[in-house]
């Protein structure tokens, strides 16, 4: 970390009464950056790291205290703290890993969420609309925050919300402005971030050392950092010799998405490696392969392994790009009870039906990705 990083005095920097994350105030942001690395409490650990993604980084969105959190995290990469397990904390991670690796991949999420591909000055119109006076702005963010109302899940109970709350949603200028001035906060923090993971991309723990540099490609995005991309891209070519063909494929996909042609990789002994080289992707490489395959065919018939082999590991997140397509491949139209179905169109259907991304009474549905989200 930083040699003048110590983690009680950044926490006292920042006011976090007067910031927010999904849930409202962020008040409670100490506390869980606390619990990261103090003491020995592993569910407080865990539940850490389920906060980050939940509260600051919800649904890839960042909020007023996005940036401040983050930047937090960034400096406690280095303690030595964070080498040490965390066991699974969300549904999709793969297992105890490194609390270091998990802190990573939510700093890749973070910088994703930056939206680098929007200019700076876009935002900067947004987040002060012309005509807009800014002590308008000030009072419908000061009001909504000063509500006291939580949904409440019972709607026998439930009390609508405020006319101030009310206010700030219905008022689209209000929140185009809020989110720009929360996305500029967040750019801001992100070059001294990038100087904290950089030292990892060279780390001996496989899982640390991918994840790092996962999360330095998309920090590189950032227009004050452009200059550091040959240096990434340096790093990720001495990482392709990796032993291991899944940290030469996430290689492969990160050179792919800094433009840089992965030339050893489309030589690799493992097909998945050369697959990943050789489609310079950018995404998952199973939503990147489902899409060639896809593209290449007329009927379910001639898919049907891919397909059922999908519909057993494919969640909401992805479904749209990988599951999602078979399903328009294979069902065109919309079921109804006329609809006769050939051999291959019913073992899909049982398939999707088995592992829960349609159930029997929304079949007509088909195609879309809705039942899928909402069973997910």
């Not at 969105?61 to 930047?71: C, E, L, Q, T």
């Not at 100087?195 to 950032?222: F, K, M, N, W, Y």
């Not at 059922?308 to 997140?317: F, Q, V, W």
Request: with cysteine.
């Amino acid at each position: 970390m930083p040699a003048d990083f110590v983690l009680e005095e950044a926490l006292l920097r920042v006011d976090w009464d007067e910031l927010d994350h999904a849930y409202g105030a962020a008040s409670d942001a100490p506390f869980h950056l606390l619990a990261l690395v103090v003491g020995e409490d592993a569910g407080a650990r865990g539940a850490a790291v389920g906060y980050l993604d939940a509260a600051m980084l919800h649904q890839g969105s960042v909020y007023s205290a996005s940036g401040p959190f983050i930047r937090i995290v960034a400096g406690l990469l280095a303690d030595h703290r964070t080498a040490g397990i965390v066991d699974n904390v969300l549904p999709w991670d793969a297992g105890p890993r490194p609390l270091r690796t998990a802190l990573l991949d939510h700093i890749a999420v973070f910088a994703e969420a930056c939206r680098f591909d929007v200019p700076d000055d876009v935002l900067r119109a947004e987040a002060c609309p012309a005509g807009r006076g800014e002590a308008d702005l000030q009072r419908i963010s000061a009001a909504a925050r000063a509500a006291d109302w939580r949904l409440d899940p019972d709607p026998a109970t439930r009390k609508p919300p405020p006319p101030e709350l009310v206010e700030a949603y219905e008022d689209e200028e209000f929140g185009r402005a809020m989110a720009a001035r929360d996305l500029l906060a967040c750019r801001a923090v992100v070059p001294d971030i990038f100087q904290d993971v950089l030292p990892l991309t060279g780390d001996p723990e496989p899982s640390v050392r991918i994840s790092a540099l996962t999360a330095a490609v998309h920090l590189v995005a950032h227009p004050a950092l452009r200059e550091q991309r040959p240096t990434v891209i340096g790093r990720l070519e001495r990482a392709a010799a990796a032993p291991e063909p899944r940290a030469r494929a996430a290689v492969a996909r990160l050179l792919g998405m800094l433009g840089a042609a992965p030339e050893r990789l489309l030589r690799d002994e493992h097909p998945g490696v050369r697959a990943c080289a050789a489609l310079g992707q950018e995404g998952w490489l199973r939503c990147d392969l489902a899409q060639v395959l896809v593209a290449r065919v007329d009927t379910i018939e001639a898919v049907l392994p891919a397909a059922l082999g999908l519909a057993a590991m494919t969640d909401g997140r992805t479904y749209d790009r990988d599951l999602g397509l078979f399903v328009r491949l294979a069902f065109p139209e919309p079921l109804t009870e006329d609809t006769e179905l050939t051999n291959a169109q019913r073992t899909f259907l049982a398939a999707l039906i088995a592992h829960g991304h349609v159930r029997r009474e929304q079949t007509r549905l088909i195609p879309t990705g809705e039942a899928s989200d909402r069973q997910s």
